[in-house]
Every structure is written in C-alpha cells, then in structure tokens.
C-alpha cells in the first residue's frame, strides 16, 4: 500500500491524464468534422497535395477544431513538463492539484468554444485563466527550487 505522501504525490496525474484525454477527444473530433466535409464536397486525396489546401478550403466549424487540437500542443506541453517535475521532486501539494484542476478546466472550457461558436473573448479568457493557473504552479515550483 502507497503511503499518505506517495499518494499525495500521485495526484498531479488526474489532470495531467485528463488533459492528454481532452487532447484525444479533440483529435476525434477534429476528424469527425474533417470526414465529414471531405465527403460533402466530393474532393479527390490529390487535390488536396499541396501544403495548406485543405485548411485554405475548410469552413471554421472544420479548421476550429484542427487549430484547437495545434494549440493543445503548445502551453499544455509546458504542464506535463512542470507535473512530471513537481512528481520526481516531490512537490505536489494540494495547492499544486487544484492549480493543474484548474488550468484543465480552463483548457477544457478553451476547447468547447473554439471547436463549437468560437467567441473570441470567452475564448481568450479561458485561455488567460488557464494560462495563470499554470504559471502560479510554475513560479512556486521555481520558488522552492532557488529558494529551499
């Protein structure tokens, strides 16, 4: 049996794991919406050949999800990055979880609207929420590294 500080530690893979599934069930979507408009215009595969072609011809509610599934790419990386750090160096702390909560719901919510309506400023504010979320985990990490 995992002692009280090991399953503490633990905790930081909820959102981590919930925020790769949020990337999968984006990237199911995002070919949902994709097959479905390639068959709607009854396109052949080889004019689709040149760099772009498809993003150029695709209508938002295709290229939305496309654009969200590059951006879970970019600032989530940096999570994982920080979670398996706060992990080996046993860090995690319940003010750490709820931090990582909170930025996957902000990713989560980010993802909805840009796959769906894609309101613009509802859209950035999820993202600049999700954002601090992060980056309060990521300052006091770097606090306790320089500062013991």
């Not at 509802?122 to 999700?130: A, D, G, Q, V």
């Amino acid at each position: 049996m995992l002692r009280v500080e090991a399953k503490q530690q633990l905790r930081i893979f909820g959102p981590f794991f919930a925020t790769m599934l949020l990337t999968i069930v984006v990237w199911i979507y995002m070919y949902i919406r994709r097959i479905h408009f390639l068959n709607s215009i009854s396109i052949r595969p080889e004019q689709l050949m040149r760099p772009g072609e498809l993003a150029r011809i695709s209508p938002p509610a295709v290229s939305n999800p496309s654009d969200n599934l590059k951006n879970l790419f970019e600032i989530p990386v940096l999570f994982y990055a920080l979670s398996i750090y706060l992990f080996i160096t046993k860090q995690v702390d319940s003010t750490h979880v709820i931090a990582a909560w909170i930025f996957l719901v902000f990713r989560t919510l980010h993802s909805c609207i840009h796959c769906t309506f894609n309101a613009i400023m509802p859209r950035f504010y999820c993202y600049l929420f999700s954002c601090l979320a992060l980056f309060f985990m990521l300052f006091r990490a770097m606090l306790t590294h320089f500062f013991p």
